[in-house]
């Protein structure tokens, strides 16, 4: 069967998320199979009908010939390569550049409002800025370029290596922690207030940022739909939107939690 000969079920309309997309337009495929494909398709960056007419057409012939995905068409990843159409049919550019400074200047003001949060409550008028501190924030902004610069290769890397990089993102963690608690040394210090207004302008750009991008489409979702169907759109990017606002708001929350259980011991 070509291509454009591929079917769907009866319940053809119903748009679906990513995850689960391969199990309803590909339910005889094996899974695994699937899910190489799928991966692999999406760090060529397939636009998200494509790869569905791709998964049809795999199931019809997988139907009608009564052989596996792995019989027919062999490696996963090796057939998503000889798949893979063009350039002109690949999906866009999705990396706003304001979508990505957005979240960077998002996340800087989460830290700051949260380190400056912790010195008031804790009495403090001033935010000592430590050597501890600076080496967390040199690793959060390297973090944030490593995921924002690579990010095909990082997805890439975290589908073939997932358990290394679960040790590489639990040592990074303990790293950040080691240096707060062993790099207590002064370097300068900042108010309070000025550090919370800082902070604040930092959250309230980055939102602005990341709105605006959102509303001019220039975030797109492209989820996986299968022949004849269109996408629903979904509110997952606003709430992307608003995550570093209500995850500051979290954080100190949690900050005040904190220093009110140490005063009553």
Same mark, same amino acid.
């Given at each position: 069967?070509?291509?454009n000969?591929?079917?769907?079920?009866?319940?053809?309309?119903?748009?679906?998320?990513?995850?689960?997309?391969?199990?309803?337009?590909?339910?005889?495929?094996e899974?695994?199979w699937?899910?190489?494909?799928?991966?692999?398709?999406?760090?060529?960056?397939?636009?998200?009908?494509?790869?569905?007419?791709?998964?049809?057409l795999?199931?019809?012939?997988?139907?009608?010939?009564?052989?596996?995905?792995?019989?027919?068409?062999g490696?996963p990843?090796?057939y998503?390569?000889?798949?893979?159409?063009?350039?002109?049919?690949?999906?866009?550019?999705r990396?706003?550049?304001?979508?990505?400074?957005?979240?960077?200047?998002?996340?800087a003001?989460?830290?700051l409002?949260?380190?400056?949060?912790?010195?008031a409550?804790? &009495? +403090?008028?001033?935010?000592?800025?430590?050597? !501890? *501190?600076?080496v /967390? =924030?040199?690793?959060?902004?390297?973090?944030? @370029?490593?995921?924002?610069?690579t990010?095909?290769?990082?997805?890439?890397?975290?589908?073939?290596?997932?358990?290394?990089?679960w040790?590489?993102?639990?040592?990074l963690?303990?790293?950040?922690?080691?240096?707060?608690l062993?790099?207590?040394?002064?370097?300068?210090?900042?108010?309070?207030?000025?550090?919370?207004?800082?902070?604040g302008?930092?959250?309230?750009?980055?939102?602005?940022?990341?709105?605006?991008?959102?509303?001019?489409?220039?975030?797109?979702?492209?989820?996986?739909?299968?022949? &004849? +169907?269109q996408?629903?759109?979904?509110?997952a !990017? *606003?709430?992307? /939107? =608003?995550?570093?606002?209500?995850a500051?708001? @979290?954080m100190?929350?949690?900050?005040?939690?904190?220093?009110?259980?140490?005063?009553?011991?």
């Amino acid at each position: 069967m070509n291509r454009n000969g591929a079917t769907m079920g009866k319940d053809s309309t119903r748009s679906f998320g990513t995850l689960d997309a391969y199990t309803r337009l590909a339910p005889n495929v094996e899974k695994g199979w699937a899910e190489q494909f799928v991966l692999e398709q999406r760090l060529l960056g397939l636009q998200g009908s494509r790869i569905g007419d791709s998964l049809a057409l795999v199931e019809s012939h997988v139907v009608e010939s009564g052989e596996s995905a792995e019989a027919a068409f062999g490696d996963p990843r090796r057939y998503a390569e000889e798949d893979a159409p063009e350039q002109s049919e690949r999906s866009p550019d999705r990396l706003d550049r304001g979508w990505s400074l957005g979240i960077v200047l998002g996340l800087a003001g989460m830290l700051l409002s949260t380190f400056s949060a912790q010195a008031a409550f804790s &009495g +403090e008028s001033s935010l000592h800025v430590t050597v !501890g *501190l600076l080496v /967390v =924030l040199a690793i959060v902004a390297g973090s944030a @370029a490593l995921v924002l610069l690579t990010t095909p290769v990082l997805m890439r890397a975290l589908a073939q290596f997932p358990m290394r990089n679960w040790v590489g993102w639990m040592l990074l963690l303990a790293g950040m922690v080691g240096a707060l608690l062993l790099l207590p040394q002064p370097v300068g210090e900042i108010g309070v207030v000025s550090a919370l207004v800082i902070a604040g302008i930092l959250l309230a750009v980055g939102l602005l940022l990341q709105l605006r991008a959102h509303l001019r489409g220039r975030v797109q979702e492209d989820p996986i739909v299968g022949p &004849g +169907e269109q996408p629903v759109r979904s509110r997952a !990017g *606003l709430v992307a /939107v =608003l995550i570093f606002p209500v995850a500051t708001i @979290a954080m100190i929350g949690f900050s005040w939690l904190l220093q009110a259980i140490v005063e009553q011991f």
